[in-house]
């Protein structure tokens, strides 16, 4: 069964570039057809979905996140990661990493890291 845990700091200050890991066990990045995405859930509000890599590499993000977030993956540790940019408050929120089947619906999640935004 494959699991996911998320890393990285939990306090950013405004301007600065939010850094994020998720570290994959039980199963391979790798994997045909899984994309693997990252999602966030600022408080009081719903789902968002931020951006995902796929197999081969390539990445798809929101529109509206686009020119701010990068994905990028490391095989040989089995991880991928999350950077997003130029971060203001309203980027406060829980982060969570997942795979996601087909970019169709998300199976597996990891537990979620609490991203704060403040100076």
């Known amino acids: 069964q494959v699991q996911l845990q998320e890393s990285g700091p939990g306090l950013v200050k405004p301007s600065q570039t939010l850094s994020l890991t998720c570290t994959v066990s039980?199963?391979?990045?790798?994997?045909?057809?899984?994309?693997w995405s990252w999602i966030r859930q600022p408080p009081g509000k719903g789902l968002e979905w931020m951006g995902a890599?796929?197999?081969?590499?390539?990445?798809y993000y929101s529109p509206s996140l686009k020119s701010r977030t990068s994905i990028s993956r490391d095989t040989s540790k089995n991880q991928f990661t999350l950077q997003l940019t130029s971060v203001t408050p309203e980027d406060t929120a829980v982060y969570y990493c997942?795979?996601?089947?087909?970019?169709?619906?998300?199976?597996?999640w990891g537990q979620g890291t609490q991203v704060t935004v403040s100076s």
């Open positions: 890599i796929a197999l081969s590499g390539s990445t």
């Open positions: 039980g199963g391979s990045i790798t994997t045909n057809y899984y994309y």
């Open positions: 997942a795979r996601h089947y087909l970019l169709r619906y998300v199976d597996s």
